[in-house]
């Protein structure tokens, strides 16, 4: 198969000496965006978003070594529904949200349901960064530096029964602490699935933070999905539940518009969307467009998952 | 006095424009500004539209001349706003390649409505002189109700390309609402009657 690799880069030449350059020239600079957009120069986003640092390993076999997007854009262009429809509403409004104390339940099929506390499955996991492509069905991409463990881990603790075939998400549901739960624009709370080898495959992690910080409010504090073969919306953020089905479960896009997102949404620029083709995506930042890769480029990774399955139809 | 007010908003309807070009230039359009313009001047567009729209029945509850003087003037800046938009998505989305804008217009609805409200525009920007005016006479009014059709598909094209968020669309298909039911004779006479009195 042609799957096109991106150009190496060593990694000694993405410092983190200029990470930090790059948060404070956004500090003092102006990024974001109000929905009347136009007609106003844009407030200065100033807010300290995580700044936590946290231990982690670095060097994943699975890092992509493409230049990482800055910290700014990743935490100032947001698909986060729950706190706005636009993308430069969560940046403001996702501050409201109390991630502590935090807890995630885990139940159905599993012969160990309970409720866990952030701090002990941060306690019994090794965080390791992993540099991510991230492809959202908008047809926009970034390159995200996330910290986070393998959910693989989390799973086997909780030992799945044999009934166990697929994993449910759920993102919190506070109406009192995100403004956007009070519009009915989705069927909340926001929930999304997968098939359970696509949860242990080691790619899947739950992430905790971001360029080696605590994870900023509007990327999904403090717990979320990545998934990086998925579009973003796969990927759900504030995670509190996770239940192990036997049967698939429908996540909120699929029941919104369930021609548009379907329950596997693999990046697939052969498959298109109904109201545009996914054959390019812009990286944010970039002004030409680039191919979009089978997969999003993992497909060395996960491609064996979808042996013998028709994708356009499974899509 | 009154001499300025049409050069006034001339310069005032190319201020949305200027100001998005400015806060692209200062970086200020935030993360993937090609959308922001794509999004902007296509919300223009529909603006100036229904701005345009508006005239009619604003003289006819104010009995002043002014909105009508400006009507056309809004007319072409709408056509003006539909062709920079149209340049960013035929540059910015797809750098050119007609193979995929003509797959885009064929296969996605809200392409297909938002091309065809484009190329319906253009006979009446075409038409908008004072000597086609004249040359036209009566078919003259009758080709230029086209807008309103226009204006059907380009609140239309903007419903089918939001996610799932449609409080925007709403806001758009209500003022249009409104502006095709003050054109109702019954409505009509009665502005025009309260006019008078």
Known sequence: MLIKKPQDIPSSEITDEAVYQQRRKFMTSSIGLTAAATLMPLQNSVAAYGGKPLNFKKNSQFDTSEDKTSFGKITNYNNYYEFGTDKYSPAKNAQALTTDPWSVTIDGEVEKPGILHLEDILKQHTLEERIYRLRCVERWSMVIPWIGFPLADLIKKARPTSKAKYVKFETLNRPSEMNGLRRNVLDWPYVEGLRIDEAMNPLTILAVGLYGEVMPKQNGAPIRLVVPWKYGYKSIKSVVKISFTEKEPVSSWTKAAPNEYGFYSNVNPDVDHPRWSQRKERRIGDFLKRDTLLFNGYADQVASLYTGMDLKKHY | ?197
């Open chain 2, 1 to 197: 006095m009154s001499r300025l007010i049409k050069p006034a908003i001339f310069v005032l309807c190319l201020l949305p424009l200027f100001l998005l070009f400015r806060n692209f230039y200062l970086d200020q359009l935030g993360a993937n500004p090609f959308e922001v313009l794509t999004r902007s001047t296509g919300e223009w567009t529909l603006r100036f539209l229904l701005l345009t729209l508006a005239m009619t029945p604003l003289r006819n509850i104010t009995g002043s001349a002014w909105p009508i003087r400006l009507r056309r003037m809004l007319g072409l800046y709408t056509f003006f706003y539909v062709c920079v938009h149209l340049l960013t998505y035929i540059w910015l989305d797809h750098f050119f390649d007609w193979n995929e804008i003509v797959t885009d217009i064929v296969k996605r609805p809200y392409i297909t409505l938002g091309m065809l409200a484009f190329v319906l525009l253009i006979p009446l920007a075409i038409t908008s002189t004072k000597k086609m005016i004249r040359r036209l006479g009566k078919n003259w009014k009758s080709l230029h109700k086209l807008v309103y059709l226009i204006a059907v598909l380009g609140v239309v094209h903007f419903w089918l390309l939001v996610k799932a968020d449609v409080k925007e669309p709403i806001i758009y298909s209500l003022i249009l609402l409104t502006l095709f039911l003050v054109r109702l004779k019954p409505v009509q006479q009665r502005i025009l009657s309260l006019n008078t009195r």
